[in-house]
């Protein structure tokens, strides 16, 4: 089964069952965030999907909105304890090991940017997971991180389920 057709059956199940979009939306968003899944679990396609059903649906924003935040900043917290638990040791163990320029990249960020990488980082991809694992590396003060991851992934969430809730009304205005 494709990645495609995966997203299509989480959304399809969303649809038909939308109680169960917060967790969904906090679990992909976790997933999405986390040092190691990030780069195996690409769900923001899901969770703009999702946005698309709000727009659809009467299903509320708010619960979607706030437990994809959660989840976003769980995944970077527990990121965030690895780097700081394990230190550059980490950068060893697959899929790292063998993408050693996220390591890299996201290092030569972490040092430029400081406490704002955090916050920026959590809009790209590859960096979204690394940044938070090379903070807790470079042992960035746990309040100053948790701040940035906080608002981020509030911002973050925001951004993904808004996308498709008001790209399904501009698709719906012109056709």
Known sequence: MTLEEHVHEIVAFVQAHQAWAPPIVAGLAFCESIAFLSLLIPAWSVLVAVGVLIGATDMPFWPSWVAGAVGAALGDWISYWLGWKFKA???????????????????????????????????????????????????????????????????????????????????????
């Open 89 to 175: 040791p980490i950068a060893h163990v697959w899929p790292l090991s063998r993408h050693p320029d996220y390591i890299t990249r996201g290092h030569a960020f972490v040092e430029r940017w400081g406490v704002l990488a955090v916050f920026i980082g959590r809009f790209s991809g590859p960096l979204r997971a690394s940044v938070p694992l090379l903070a807790g590396i470079l042992e960035m003060p746990q309040l100053a991180f948790q701040l940035a991851n906080f608002s981020s992934a509030f911002l973050w969430a925001w951004v993904l389920l808004v996308v498709g809730d008001v790209g399904h009304k501009v698709f719906e205005w012109l056709f």
